[in-house]
C-alpha cells in the first residue's frame, strides 16, 4: 500500500494555499504532519479527503486515483477530525452503525470491532445514549471508536488529542501503534512536537503551503544541517526561515 500526493496545488476558490505538494506515504509507519497555523496542513487534508478539488496534481492510495474513483478511495481511509462531529439525533450506537454502513460493513462486525475500543474509553455503557450530551473528550472519542472500527489503509488523525485526557491520549497513541504493526499507515497532524518524535517514524513539515522537510529524524538533521538536534529546534529552524535560534 503507497499513498502519493503528487504536485498538488490547492486551496479555496483560486487563491492556492498549498503549492506543489509531494510526497509518499508507505505501509506499516507513522508519519507526522508538522506547522505552524496556516502552513497549509489543514488544506492538505481536506484535499487528501476529497473535500477540496486540487488545481493541479494526483492524489492516490493503493493505486486508486481520486479523480477515477472517488467512492473507493473514500473506502481506503478513516479519519478523525479535530474537532468532533456529532449528529444529535443519533445515539453513539446508531454512530456506529451510521458508519457501519458508510464503508459498507456489517451492524454485527462493526459492534465486534467497536466493543475493545468501548472497553478502552470507557463507554460501553453509553451505546443508547446521544453524544451530543457528552463532554468535548468523550465526543472525541465516539469519533475515534468510529474511525478505528473501519480498519482502512489509511488513517488521518488531525490533531487527536484535544480534548482528551491522558488515559485517552496514551489509549490513543496505543492504537495508532498497534494499526502500525497491523501495516496500516496514519498520518497525524500535531503540535506536540515531543509525542510525535516519540511515535512517528517519519515527518512531515510544512511552512507557509510548501513542504520544507520530509524523512525521519536523521534525515531532517541532514536536511537542516542540525546534526543531533531534537524535532522541536529542526521545527522552530525551519519556520524561522533557517535562523539559528
Do not use: W
Not at 105 to 125: G, N, Q, V, Y
Request: with cysteine; hydrophobic share 40%.
Amino acid at each position: 500500500m503507497t499513498v502519493k500526493v503528487e504536485q498538488l496545488t490547492g486551496g479555496y476558490g483560486k487563491r492556492p494555499v498549498i503549492k506543489n505538494i509531494n510526497f509518499e506515504l508507505t505501509q506499516g509507519e507513522i508519519v507526522g504532519l508538522i506547522g505552524l497555523n496556516g502552513a497549509g496542513k489543514s488544506t492538505t487534508i481536506k484535499h487528501m479527503l476529497g473535500l477540496l478539488t486540487p488545481m493541479e496534481g494526483k492524489l492516490s492510495i493503493s493505486d486508486i486515483d481520486i479523480k477515477q474513483d472517488v467512492e473507493a478511495y473514500r473506502r481506503k481511509l478513516s479519519y478523525i477530525p479535530e474537532s468532533p462531529v456529532i449528529y444529535e439525533e443519533l445515539t453513539l450506537q446508531e454512530h456506529i452503525y451510521m458508519t457501519a454502513m458508510a464503508y459498507d460493513i456489517s451492524k454485527e462486525t462493526a459492534m465486534e470491532r467497536a466493543r475493545p475500543l468501548l472497553k478502552t474509553f470507557r463507554l460501553e455503557d453509553e451505546l443508547n445514549i446521544f453524544p451530543s450530551h457528552f463532554s468535548k473528550g468523550m465526543k472525541q472519542k465516539v469519533m475515534i471508536i468510529c474511525a478505528f472500527i473501519v480498519n482502512p489503509e489509511l488513517y488521518i488523525i488531525d490533531e487527536p488529542f484535544l480534548g482528551l485526557d491522558p488515559l485517552g491520549i496514551q489509549s490513543m497513541l496505543d492504537l495508532m501503534v498497534e494499526k502500525k504493526n497491523e501495516g496500516r499507515t496514519v498520518l497525524m497532524s500535531t503540535h506536540i512536537l515531543a509525542t510525535a518524535e516519540r511515535y512517528c517514524d517519519r515527518f512531515l513539515i510544512m511552512d507557509e503551503g510548501e513542504v520544507v522537510a520530509f524523512g525521519d529524524l536523521k534525515a531532517l538533521q541532514a536536511q537542516t544541517g542540525l546534526s543531533g538536534k531534537t524535532l522541536d529546534e529542526i521545527y522552530i529552524h525551519v519556520t524561522q526561515g533557517g535562523q539559528d535560534t
